[in-house]
């Protein structure tokens, strides 16, 4: 059986067909990229004290500024939770708690959930929630829709989650309570990032290997990131969250015509045995590109063949498989562990926008622009660079210069979001880096499984990452300690893990590389790093 790479060949490398795949997947992106983030506006918290009593049944004059107020080193000052207790005889010095609700100042937004449905004080912790829920959502539809896709094909599972986003999106707009809220961000969450890896594995299925990197950087990461950039751009303008998340919304409705113009993938259609219309779709493909196909593209046998590898790859192994040898279960842990940390410092800073000391809007907007930055670069050390050293590197300096924040005086703000960017930036190549060597690492066998239990661990850090922003409300700087420790010891640890450049893809469970122990040895003044074969 010939490589399907080969087969197809006659295609060519980069032809209108091609092109037309690149760009039509990459749109896609862009609504993951504004979605997800927008709550960093529509869940923001605006400045707020106590709303003062309208009268005190004894027919005297209340002293609104002292009733909405709490004690501070003994003089009266405005409260955002309590305020001077008031009694029949006057106010007393005692507090209590915002009985009448809270005063928002409208000088940033002229409303957001928070402000709404007064998510602050004892309901503040309702605020990360909802992005907890959101993730949530994300974790249940990577592993429902990863199934879905395998037997039901890429683009049936691209357009189904993308109009469930839209339709979720829209309904969310009409939300009367915080539950309601939440239960459809939680259904937003659960075909976004589905959606995502569909139009990811469907574009790597219909492109050849010499454009796979390229689109899995420049295409889907930088039209994600364009899609980011966007955000801060319509918040500005508009400031109500309903009028914002319905214009976020509605450009979903506007991706229906791709329906007729993103085709099935060839590749899993012979996985299903469907050999007639992988040739259907090559052919239309060919014809776009202005070549002839060959006679015979499939044989029946070929066919067959690649159907037999297809059950043979997805039957025979099971998650336990990532835990059954010495060599897979420390590299499983260790990838997991990567991925972990860098969600949690990607999603972290990002959320965390709102809380850096300066412009939210222009901070989510650098914030979007370092992302499209970090892309380029990581297509670049793809194509160049050792990954081991580089993603280590990375990820020890960005773990770095979060630590470091905490030594910036609050009057220098600006310091304080540069080196937050410059630590984003390291982790949004870190990632991009980690994702690709980690289809490299993992064998043929439980490649998707791998990637898959990699993926199980970004949701969790997906769930935990909005606290960090929930943290930064009562302290700046606590997030950037614990992001930066976690990310510094994650640089450490990362190298251990194998070289993989220049080397074929692992097929077999045997062919995994075992992680790299090193030491030092003084032998006349000569240190030496030996890597130590963990047992398979």
């Not at 045997?510 to 790093?529: G, I």
Request: proline share 5%; with cysteine; hydrophobic share 45%.
């Amino acid at each position: 059986m010939q490589d399907y790479d080969k087969l197809t060949s006659f295609l060519g490398d980069w032809g209108p067909f091609q092109m037309a795949i690149f760009f039509l997947l990459s749109l896609t992106a862009v609504p993951n990229g504004y979605v997800g983030m927008s709550v960093v506006f529509l869940a923001d918290t605006p400045p707020h004290f106590c709303r003062s009593r309208t009268g005190n049944g004894s027919g005297s004059p209340i002293n609104h500024s002292l009733i909405s107020s709490k004690l501070v080193d003994g003089s009266p000052a405005l409260g955002s939770c309590t305020r001077l207790k008031w009694t029949g005889e006057g106010q007393v010095n005692e507090t209590e708690e915002c009985l009448d609700g809270w005063e928002f100042s409208k000088e940033r937004y002229a409303s957001t959930i928070v402000t709404e449905w007064n998510l602050v004080c004892s309901e503040a912790w309702k605020v990360p929630a909802c992005t907890s829920i959101y993730f949530c959502g994300v974790l249940a539809g990577s592993m429902l829709f990863a199934q879905f896709s395998d037997r039901f094909g890429r683009k049936k599972t691209l357009f189904i989650t993308l109009a469930m986003q839209t339709v979720c999106s829209l309904i969310q707009v009409a939300s009367v309570n915080w539950l309601m809220f939440c239960i459809l961000f939680f259904f937003v969450g659960f075909a976004q990032n589905s959606k995502y890896i569909s139009a990811f594995v469907l574009g790597n299925e219909l492109l050849v290997k010499s454009i796979r990197i390229t689109y899995s950087t420049l295409g889907v990461c930088v039209f994600y990131a364009l899609g980011y950039a966007v955000l801060p751009m319509f918040a500005y303008f508009i400031r109500d969250w309903r009028m914002l998340l319905l214009v976020l919304s509605l450009p979903g409705v506007l991706y229906t015509p791709l329906w007729w113009l993103i085709p099935e993938s060839p590749r899993w259609l012979l996985s299903q045995g469907q050999m007639e219309e992988a040739k259907a779709i090559l052919h239309a493909a060919a014809q776009k590109n202005g070549v002839t196909p060959p006679e015979v593209i499939f044989t029946p046998d070929e066919s067959l063949e690649l159907m037999q590898e297809h059950i043979k790859k997805t039957r025979l192994y099971t998650y336990i498989d990532l835990f059954r040898t010495r060599n897979i279960r420390y590299l499983t842990a260790l990838v997991c562990l990567i991925w972990l940390a860098n969600t949690i410092g990607y999603f972290g800073i990002s959320l965390n926008t709102s809380n850096m000391n300066g412009d939210p809007y222009i901070t989510c907007f650098i914030s979007a622009a370092t992302e499209i930055a970090a892309y380029t670069i990581a297509w670049a050390i793809l194509k160049h660079a050792p990954r081991r050293c580089v993603l280590s590197l990375l990820l020890l300096l960005s773990g770095s210069l979060l630590l470091f924040i905490q030594c910036v005086p609050s009057e220098l703000p600006v310091l304080t979001i540069i080196l937050a960017m410059i630590g984003k930036f390291g982790l949004t190549i870190s990632m991009s880096i980690i994702y690709v060597y980690s289809s490299e690492l993992f064998p043929t066998v439980v490649r998707n499984m791998g990637m898959g239990a990699a993926s199980m661990f970004t949701g969790i850090g997906g769930v935990t990452a909005p606290y960090f922003a929930y943290f930064g409300t009562y302290n700046k700087i606590v997030p950037y300690i614990i992001m930066g420790c976690l990310t510094l010891a994650t640089g450490f640890f990362s190298l251990l893990l194998p070289d993989t450049e220049a080397l074929p893809f692992p097929e077999k469970m045997e062919d995994v590389q075992p992680l790299r122990w090193c030491w030092k040895v003084k032998n006349k003044q000569k240190a030496t790093c030996e890597a130590v074969h963990l047992e398979r």
